[in-house]
């Protein structure tokens, strides 16, 4: 079983930045890819940021050119670094990790971004 704990997120005004972090924990014998999604009242979960184990990644329209994903593998961690937010991204942001062959989710973390 994997354990997944998501840390970074909070109140912030437009215009503002914040960085997510995600650490994967238990017996871990593989990660192919990892990455952010998120969902805000009455919407559908959305891709946000996906990075996989070549460093390959795959951003959201809206918030391409905006946020940054990136990872360390020696600490089994993704990290999505948020600049120039806006209100439309308030939603709570998920962490995915592929691992083990197997899909795991993080609780989420509410990012809300006041105008």
């Known amino acids: 079983q994997v354990q997944l704990v998501e840390s970074g997120g909070g109140l912030v005004q437009a215009g503002g930045s914040l960085r997510l972090s995600c650490a994967a924990s238990?017996?871990?014998?593989?990660?192919?890819?990892m990455g952010w999604y998120r969902q805000a009242p009455g919407k559908q979960r959305e891709l946000v940021a996906r990075i996989n184990s070549g460093g390959v990644t795959i951003y959201g329209d809206s918030v391409k050119g905006r946020f940054t994903i990136s990872r360390d593998n020696a600490k089994s961690t993704v990290y999505l670094q948020m600049y120039s937010l806006k209100p439309e991204d308030t939603a709570v942001y998920f962490c995915?990790?592929?691992?083990?062959?197997?899909?795991?989710w993080g609780q989420g973390t509410q990012v809300t971004v006041s105008s």
């Open positions: 995915n990790v592929f691992a083990n062959l197997h899909d795991y």
């Open positions: 238990g017996i871990i014998f593989s990660i192919n890819r």
